[in-house]
């Protein structure tokens, strides 16, 4: 059995997991009602899916951990990031950790739980993943998955609270601005579906000017250069389309206000010959419509 640190113990204690089987809480945590936000209930999802594969794992120790987090969140109780109280982390990996947890911390302050509240919730569910298997350090694979999502989700949440300097726009007609569909282009590198700092400052964008309009949308369409083959350009159109979604959504817009489409290496910005490789090509496109 592994070391749990004090303060997981006093956390199974609260929601009455002591003197009962271990593996337990999952069943608990599943039947819990969430009360709370967007942020709280986004934990609560992410505290449940970690409880249940670390008992499919059959580590039930760290599934009634997970569960108990999930039970204090739809509480409307979230508790802090995991730290070196809670868990025990050999020396190497201590300082990747802790800078880690810093900017998360960081990012809660600065309101990251209301105005990005699915990332953030995402990137603390993902810290503690991270810790958790960094504390066994028996799959490296798990370990990656793990902070590899926690820094795509903390990236969108530190964004969300870092005011972005946009140009003014021209004085609306009164009594109310006039919505006019308006376009933002993401850029991405070759073969790939990863934002750019740049990138998600246009996704940021275009999610302000949509949220400013009710009964607006947004149509995410991804492109490819000509490199590669059609149907290969197809699949990374759409993930890059995807890739566009999600970061919406975690900006909390709606997702049912979001479609994604695919045109791959069709209607290039600049036409090329096939095999060529074209960065004003590799783009997704952010339609913001009624």
Same mark, same amino acid.
């Given at each position: 059995?592994?070391?749990?640190?004090?303060?997981?113990?006093?956390?199974?204690?609260?929601?009455?997991?002591?003197?009962?089987?271990?593996?337990?809480?999952?069943?608990?945590?599943?039947?819990?009602?969430?009360?709370?936000?967007?942020?709280?209930?986004?934990?609560?999802?992410?505290?449940?899916?970690?409880?249940?594969?670390?008992?499919?794992?059959?580590?039930?120790?760290?599934?009634?951990?997970?569960?108990?987090?999930? %039970?204090?969140?739809?509480?409307?109780?979230?508790?802090?990031?995991?730290?070196?109280?809670?868990?025990? %982390?050999?020396?190497?990996?201590?300082?990747?950790?802790?800078?880690?947890?810093?900017?998360?911390?960081?990012?809660?302050?600065?309101?990251?739980?209301?105005?990005?509240?699915?990332?953030?919730?995402?990137?603390?569910?993902?810290?503690?993943?991270?810790?958790?298997?960094?504390?066994?350090?028996?799959?490296?694979?798990? %370990?990656?998955?793990?902070?590899?999502?926690?820094?795509?989700?903390?990236?969108?949440?530190?964004?969300?609270?870092?005011?972005?300097?946009?140009?003014?726009?021209?004085?609306?007609?009164?009594?109310?601005?006039?919505?006019?569909?308006?376009?933002?282009?993401?850029?991405?590198?070759?073969?790939?579906? %990863?934002?750019?700092?740049?990138?998600?400052?246009?996704?940021?964008?275009?999610?302000?000017?949509?949220?400013?309009?009710?009964?607006?949308?947004?149509?995410?369409?991804?492109?490819?250069?000509?490199?590669?083959?059609?149907?290969?350009?197809?699949?990374?159109?759409?993930?890059?389309?995807?890739?566009?979604?999600?970061?919406?959504?975690?900006?909390?817009?709606?997702?049912?206000?979001?479609?994604?489409?695919?045109?791959?290496?069709?209607?290039?910005?600049?036409?090329?010959?096939?095999?060529?490789?074209?960065?004003?090509?590799?783009?997704?496109?952010?339609?913001?419509?009624?």
């Amino acid at each position: 059995m592994r070391k749990i640190g004090s303060r997981w113990a006093t956390a199974l204690v609260l929601v009455g997991f002591v003197g009962a089987c271990a593996g337990q809480g999952l069943q608990r945590a599943q039947e819990a009602e969430p009360q709370g936000d967007a942020f709280t209930s986004g934990l609560y999802d992410g505290y449940v899916e970690l409880s249940a594969a670390e008992f499919r794992e059959g580590d039930y120790d760290d599934s009634d951990v997970f569960a108990a987090q999930a %039970i204090a969140a739809a509480g409307g109780n979230p508790g802090l990031p995991a730290d070196f109280d809670f868990r025990v %982390i050999a020396d190497r990996d201590r300082p990747a950790l802790s800078s880690a947890r810093d900017r998360l911390v960081a990012a809660l302050n600065a309101t990251a739980s209301q105005k990005a509240p699915a990332a953030a919730a995402e990137a603390q569910v993902m810290f503690d993943c991270w810790m958790q298997e960094q504390e066994e350090n028996l799959q490296p694979d798990h %370990i990656e998955a793990c902070r590899d999502a926690f820094f795509a989700a903390l990236r969108i949440a530190e964004a969300a609270v870092v005011p972005v300097a946009v140009p003014e726009p021209a004085p609306p007609p009164p009594p109310a601005p006039v919505f006019e569909s308006r376009t933002f282009v993401v850029y991405f590198a070759f073969d790939s579906n %990863i934002l750019t700092e740049d990138g998600l400052v246009e996704i940021i964008k275009a999610a302000d000017y949509a949220k400013a309009f009710s009964g607006s949308r947004i149509e995410v369409v991804g492109h490819t250069d000509r490199a590669g083959s059609e149907e290969y350009n197809l699949g990374l159109g759409t993930r890059r389309a995807i890739t566009g979604q999600d970061a919406l959504v975690g900006l909390d817009l709606g997702r049912s206000r979001i479609t994604t489409d695919s045109l791959g290496e069709r209607e290039p910005a600049k036409p090329t010959a096939d095999g060529v490789r074209e960065p004003l090509n590799r783009r997704a496109v952010l339609y913001v419509v009624r």
